[in-house]
C-alpha cells in the first residue's frame, strides 16, 4: 500500500530517507569486485573483456565479434516495424533541434590597450556512451545520449551496450544508434565496458568522455575512472516527485506514480497534494491499476520501500519540500502551473499541466532525459551539448597593457614566493622600457 503521511517533520525525515537510497548498502561491498574488474581491464585489454563477457553475460565471444557490423545494423531496420522507426525517428528529430539551442559559442573580446580576451569551445576528440541491457531495451537512451555528441560534432561516437541472448543486441537500439550517429558499436557491458572506453583495449578505442546510465557495477566504475576521462554523472535510481491541487485528475496522477516505479526496484515515486480526497483516490487507483499491472512485483517492491504520498496545508509548503527534495523529475498538476514554477529552485526537469506526463520528457519533447538524481539536481544539470565539449581561455596582452598592470603581477607573484613568475613580467617591462629609451634618444 502507498502511504499517506500529513506530519511535515515526518515527510522530510521520509523525503531524505528515500533521497539517500541510492544503493549506499551495496556500495561498499560492490567496490572491491568493480575495482579489479577495471584494473583486469586496464592490464588485459580484450582477454579480460572476453573472459569477463563470458562470466557476467555468458555469451562465449572472440575478439572480431566485440564490434557490431554493418550488415548487422542493416538487419535491424528490417527487424523493426515502420512505425517504431518513424517514432525513433521524429524524436531523434525534436533532440536535436533542442540541443542546437545550447551549442555553446566561442567569443572574444577587444579591449583597451589593445587586450584581447575570449573562450574558445571544441569537442572532444571520441565520446563513449553506454547503453544498459538487463530488463529493457532503452532506444531513447540512445538518442539522448548520442545526439548531443553528435550536435557537439565529436568526431568519433562510441557506444558499448550489453550483448543479449545469442549475442544479440535489440534491434531498436541499434537503429537508434545508427540514426543517432554512432560510429561504432560494441557489444560489451557493465564495469569492464566502462574500463574499456577509459583505458583502450586491442579493439575498443579510448575515449575522453563517458556518458549514460547503468546499474551499481556501472556507477561505481564511472567513479574509478573519472579524472582518466570525463564522465556526465553518477546516476542512481529513477524519481519522480508530483505536485497536485485538488483540481489534479487523480487516476492521471496514479499513473505518472507507476510509470516511475515500474522502472526498477529502487525508483521513488513522491505526491505531494493540498487535498486529502486527492490523496485517497490516488492511493486507490494505485492498486486498482498494479492488479494487472504486467511489472507488478518490481513496481510494488518500488512503492513500497520508495513511495510516498504528503498531505500538505499548501502549495507553498510542497514547493519547499520539493527543493529539499531536488527531484529528478517533477510534475506540477495543478491549476497555475507557471505561477507554481516560481518557487521552484531545484529539479532535472519540470513538467506543466495535466496535458505533460513525464513520459513526453523521456521519449521525444526535445530536452535530455539524462538527469541528476539523489538530490543532485541542486548543483547539477542534464546531460547535454556542453558534457561533449571544453572551453579554452584566450588571452593576449599588447607591450603597453602589460607595462600597465606588471607590477601588481610582480606583487602578486612575490607574495605568493614565486619570484619566476614575478621575474617572466618584470624581464618584459624592462625590455620595453629599453627600447622606448633608446627611441626617445634617437628621436632627439
Known amino acids: 500500500m502507498l502511504r499517506i503521511i500529513t506530519e511535515p517533520t515526518e515527510a522530510k525525515t521520509e523525503l531524505r530517507r528515500i533521497s539517500d537510497r541510492n544503493y549506499d548498502e551495496h556500495i561498499s561491498n560492490q567496490e572491491a569486485s568493480v575495482r579489479e574488474i577495471v584494473t583486469s581491464v586496464k592490464n588485459q585489454g580484450d582477454q579480460a573483456l572476453l573472459a569477463y563477457t ?31 522507426l518513424d517514432a525513433i525517428k521524429l524524436a531523434g528529430a525534436n533532440i536535436e533541434v533542442f540541443h542546437r539551442q545550447r551549442v555553446p559559442k566561442s567569443w572574444v573580446h577587444f579591449g583597451e590597450d589593445e587586450v584581447v580576451l575570449g573562450k574558445r569551445y571544441t569537442p572532444v576528440d571520441t565520446a563513449g556512451i553506454y547503453i544498459p541491457g538487463g530488463r529493457a531495451a532503452y532506444p531513447s537512451t540512445v538518442l539522448m545520449n548520442a545526439i548531443p555528441a553528435k550536435v557537439a560534432q565529436v568526431p568519433r561516437i562510441v557506444m558499448v ?14 537503429v537508434a544508434a545508427s540514426e543517432a550517429g554512432v560510429s561504432e558499436i560494441y557489444r560489451v557491458g557493465g564495469a569492464q565496458a566502462i574500463a ?14 563517458i556518458t549514460g546510465p547503468g546499474n551499481i557495477y556501472v556507477t561505481l566504475a564511472k567513479k574509478m575512472v573519472y579524472g582518466r576521462v570525463g564522465i556526465d554523472s553518477l546516476a542512481g535510481p529513477s524519481e519522480v516527485l508530483i505536485i497536485a491541487d485538488h483540481r489534479a485528475n487523480p487516476v492521471h496522477v496514479a499513473t505518472d506514480l507507476l510509470a516511475q516505479a515500474e522502472h526498477d526496484p529502487h525508483a521513488a515515486a513522491i505526491l505531494l497534494t493540498t487535498d486529502a480526497q486527492i490523496a485517497s483516490q490516488v492511493q ?13 512485483l518490481p513496481t510494488e517492491k518500488a512503492l513500497a520501500h520508495y513511495g510516498l504520498i504528503v498531505v500538505v496545508e499548501s502549495l507553498a509548503i510542497a514547493a519547499e519540500l520539493s527543493n529539499l527534495f531536488a527531484p529528478e523529475h517533477l510534475e506540477l498538476e495543478v491549476a497555475e502551473p507557471w505561477d507554481l514554477l516560481e518557487s521552484i529552485r531545484h529539479a532535472g526537469a519540470i513538467f506543466l499541466g495535466d496535458s505533460t506526463p513525464e513520459a513526453v520528457g523521456d521519449y521525444l519533447a526535445g530536452p535530455n532525459h539524462t538527469l541528476p538524481t ?14 561533449f565539449m571544453k572551453h579554452s581561455s584566450i588571452i593576449q596582452y ?45 628621436t632627439d
Open 284 to 296: 486507490a487507483s494505485v492498486e486498482e491499476q498494479l492488479q494487472n499491472h504486467p511489472k507488478r
Open 54 to 84: 563470458e562470466k557476467f553475460d555468458l555469451q562465449i565471444l572472440t575478439a572480431e565479434e566485440l564490434r557490431v557490423s554493418g550488415s548487422e545494423l542493416d538487419a535491424a531496420y528490417q527487424k523493426i516495424s515502420r512505425e517504431l
Open 398 to 442: 599588447s607591450p603597453q597593457a602589460l607595462k600597465k598592470v606588471g607590477k601588481a603581477i610582480e606583487t602578486l607573484a612575490e607574495a605568493e614566493g614565486l619570484p619566476s613568475h614575478a621575474q617572466s613580467v618584470r624581464i618584459r617591462t624592462q625590455e620595453q622600457n629599453l627600447e622606448e629609451s633608446s627611441r626617445e634618444q634617437n
Open 374 to 387: 539523489s538530490g543532485a539536481a541542486r548543483y547539477a544539470s542534464a546531460l547535454g551539448v556542453e558534457t
Open 196 to 209: 574499456a572506453l577509459a583505458y583502450g583495449t586491442e579493439t575498443i578505442p579510448q575515449v575522453n568522455v
Open 161 to 174: 551496450t550489453p550483448p543479449g541472448k545469442d549475442k544479440e543486441i535489440n534491434p531498436a537500439v541499434l
